[in-house]
């Protein structure tokens, strides 16, 4: 498989989001991980101590994020919106950074517009953040 990817929450709202979509993106084959606007501390979701595996990045804001992205990479918002395409039918980027916002107010409206994609998932509800996470990771491998 050609490319990377790695995958992270804005904000994130409960720590053991983090800790569980850590898990995901060790077992499919992550780069990495990231948070913004939030920390992390070790989290017993994460039961196989993926933090010896695959790095986490925190961020102050998303200039921050934007200053530190990888050469080439694409910003995908994950988003219930009406400006994102269906998950079902979107071709991943080789080089890719997903972001998903926190349950209860998501991506806001600054981020999203300087995302170069937006997708959705199927459903008329917010998901838990480490499973819209997962299943985005797992339609790219």
């Known amino acids: 498989m050609r490319g990377f990817f790695g995958i992270g929450i ?3 709202k409960r720590k053991v989001n983090v800790g ?3 898990r995901t993106a060790n077992i499919l084959g992550a780069a990495f991980l990231f948070t913004i606007k939030g920390r992390y501390k070790k989290q017993s979701s994460d039961t196989m101590k993926s933090y010896r595996h695959i790095p986490l990045y925190h961020f102050d804001d998303f200039d921050d994020f ?4 990888p050469y080439q990479c694409r910003v995908v918002g994950i988003e219930q919106s009406p400006k994102a395409g269906n ?3 979107f071709y991943h980027p080789e080089q890719a950074c997903y972001i998903l916002g926190a349950e ?3 991506l806001p409206p600054g981020i999203l517009e300087q995302c170069h994609h937006i997708i959705k998932l199927k459903g008329f509800y917010s998901m838990n953040v480490a ?3 997962s299943i ?6």
Not at 136 to 141: E, P
């Open 10 to 12: 804005y904000h994130p």
């Open 20 to 22: 569980t979509l850590w």
């Open 66 to 69: 934007r200053k530190h992205l």
């Open 87 to 89: 998950l079902k039918d």
């Open 104 to 106: 209860d107010y998501g």
């Open 131 to 133: 499973v819209a996470g």
């Open 136 to 141: 985005v990771i797992y339609h790219r491998v």
